[in-house]
């Protein structure tokens, strides 16, 4: 089992930067590839990156890449997405979640999931 926390999320201007942070509890972390996935008002959740085990291999959507960068600490059970470069479009909730099985970009294939942070970015 992993319980997950998300924190970091808020409003920021256009062109900002924010970090998104994960805390999970529960001794299968390290066993866990992590993603983050987002959902905006009306529209489906998407994804928008995971990472491996390791942390050695990571995954974006091409509406991020170059802009996120997920990472993950496994001595602080703690996974992170540092967003720079944001836009109004970028104006979601933000979730993190666990995978036992491996870094997929299918939020159905998560086992575990956080309550969600807010991120909203004004133009």
């Known amino acids: 089992q992993v319980q997950l926390v998300e924190s970091g999320g808020g409003l920021v201007q256009a062109g900002g930067s924010l970090r998104l942070s994960c805390a999970a509890s529960?001794?299968?972390?390290?066993?866990?590839?992590m993603g983050w996935f987002r959902q905006a008002p009306g529209k489906e959740r998407e994804f928008v990156a995971a990472i491996t085990r390791s942390g050695g291999n990571s995954y974006y959507a091409d509406s991020v890449k170059g802009r996120f960068t997920i990472s993950r600490d496994n001595a602080k059970n703690t996974v992170y997405l540092q967003m720079n470069s944001l836009n109004p479009e970028d104006t979601a909730v933000y979730y993190c979640?666990?995978?036992?099985?491996?870094?997929?970009?299918?939020?159905?294939?998560?086992?575990?999931w956080g309550q969600g942070t807010q991120v909203t970015v004004s133009s």
């Open positions: 979640a666990a995978n036992l099985r491996g870094a997929t970009m299918t939020y159905a294939e998560y086992n575990y």
């Open positions: 529960g001794r299968t972390f390290n066993r866990c590839a």
